[in-house]
């Protein structure tokens, strides 16, 4: 978590990853009741982390668009 707060630069990380975050706390706390902490938080990780990965595959494929289109 340290390495993603240095890395990334103050507009990526409220632009970028805090609706992810949010989008994603929001899953968790709606369909995640496992009754056990760490399970919860390992679902909602996961969960964040997959919304992140589908976040910048279609950046990803909407620059590639632009870039043929240019």
């Keep these: ?6 890395r990334l630069t103050l ?4 632009v970028e990853q ?3 975050f949010l989008v994603s706390f929001g899953i ?3 369909f995640f009741k496992f009754h056990s ?3 919860e938080t390992g679902a909602f ?6 919304l992140g ?8 494929a909407l620059v590639q668009r632009d870039e043929m289109q240019s």
Excluded: D, K, N
Excluded at 11 to 14: D, E, G, I, K, N
Excluded at 45 to 50: D, I, N, Q, R, S
Excluded at 53 to 60: E, K, N, T
């Design 11 to 14: 507009r990526q990380l409220s």
């Design 18 to 20: 805090l609706p992810i």
């Design 37 to 39: 902490f760490m399970l």
């Design 53 to 60: 990965a589908i976040y910048a595959a279609v950046r990803r």
């Design 45 to 50: 990780l996961a969960t964040w982390y997959a």
């Design 1 to 6: 978590m340290y390495e993603l707060v240095r």
């Design 28 to 30: 968790a706390e709606v």
